[in-house]
């Protein structure tokens, strides 16, 4: 979302090749018959297939995010134009044709909001179609520049101006509650004379397990003194709580 005025608010299946093994012996001796093994089958991990309207059932409810949150009309820029939220305030487009669950949560709807809550839930018809649609997402995520300087823009179409900032970004990589899972993590500096509390903590989740792809970002406003890690915990809780509930 940024500073603006106004605001809106593979599965992977291994092969195991035959092995040839050649016999060797002394020019006297005949070469031994080759023999070849037998290759390996190897099953591929079993992949869940989500039903779509037990996904949205199991979303989580506003309160479980945060006290006072409440769902409100989408304000984060990717998301009204149904695309997947990517560093400096940048979207990526959807791959595929999944059904998408969009919303997003804050505990106030207004400029002095401090904690938001978004989430892009694209449901695939196969697990294969969903793996495909994370990997685009990874590949644009891990291409972001760990430091970027955001010039200050009016958006075509939108009566909003985003203010420029300096954005810090960062990505990780690990399994949540069953789930591939990858995480960028911004840091967005504003102008002092803007606000005192100048700083934007933005914590991106991107989440795969069989044929859904989980894409949340979880963002707070606070003062420059403050570190980020405290957002990315409370992130981390919120991501775990809904990758469990789904299953």
């Known amino acids: 979302m940024g500073l603006r005025r106004p605001l809106p608010l593979g599965i992977a299946t291994i092969l195991v090749a035959g092995l040839t093994l050649a016999g060797c012996g002394g020019d006297d001796k005949k070469a031994a018959p080759k023999k070849t093994a037998t290759p390996s089958a190897v099953t591929p991990s079993v992949q869940p297939s989500y039903d779509a309207a037990k996904v949205r059932a199991a979303l989580l409810k506003p309160g479980d995010v945060g006290k006072g949150l409440r769902e409100v009309q989408v304000s984060l820029l990717p998301l009204q134009d149904k695309e997947i939220p990517i560093c400096s305030l940048g979207g990526a487009k959807v791959d595929g044709d999944p059904g998408l669950t969009i919303r997003q949560l804050t505990d106030r709807q207004s400029s002095t909001s401090r904690t938001n809550y978004s989430q892009l ?108 890690e405290p957002t990315a915990k409370r992130a981390t809780e919120i991501l775990t709580k809904q990758l469990q509930k789904i299953g």
């Open 121 to 228: 839930v694209a449901h695939y018809d196969s697990a294969e179609a969903a793996a495909q649609a994370f990997a685009k997402v990874k590949a644009k995520a891990t291409g972001c520049p760990a430091k970027k300087r955001v010039d200050a823009k009016r958006v075509p179409g939108k009566r909003v101006v985003l203010f420029s900032h300096d954005d810090t970004w960062k990505t990780t990589e690990d399994t949540v509650a069953g789930w591939t899972h990858l995480r960028g993590f911004e840091r967005q500096l504003y102008s002092a004379s803007q606000t005192t509390e100048n700083v934007l903590y933005f914590v991106y989740d991107y989440a795969v397990r069989g044929n859904v792809v989980v894409t949340t970002v979880y963002w707070e406003r606070t003062k420059p003194s403050k570190p980020g």
